[in-house]
């Protein structure tokens, strides 16, 4: 039986963790060493919300919560971080997400 691989984040280089649901995007940066969640950004939020006029489920939405969480991770000052897709596919979504936060200034 071999080992399961786990991705962990500290507070240098938090785990960007990404879900996807059918309806929605949700993304967090991840101090596992604290257990806190240091940023955060999600289709469901308010603001979010007026911005997506399709709905969270499509890439739009993926690539605006991807540039949100640049700009939030940058403000409270990380820049690196480890990217944690969970189960799904580097494909579609999860790609626009990742692409636009690097484009937003991350570096994974």
């Known amino acids: 039986m071999t080992k399961k691989r786990k991705i962990h984040g500290t507070k240098e ?5 990404v879900y996807r649901s059918l309806k ?4 967090q940066l991840i ?3 604290d257990g806190i969640t240091l940023a955060s950004a999600s289709t469901v939020e308010p603001k ?3 911005l997506l ?8 939405a993926a690539k605006a919560i991807g540039e949100e969480i640049a ?5 409270s000052g990380i820049k690196k ?9 580097y494909h579609g979504r999860t790609k626009a997400l ?3 936060a690097r484009a937003g200034g991350l570096e994974f």
Do not use: E, Q, T, Y
């Open 31 to 33: 101090n596992d060493d």
């Open 98 to 100: 990742a692409d636009a």
């Open 53 to 60: 006029l399709k709905g969270g489920g499509n890439i739009a």
């Open 81 to 89: 971080v480890v990217f944690d897709r969970g189960n799904f596919l």
């Open 71 to 75: 700009k939030r991770s940058i403000a």
């Open 48 to 50: 979010m919300k007026k």
């Open 13 to 17: 280089r938090p785990r960007l963790s």
């Open 24 to 27: 929605h995007v949700h993304c």
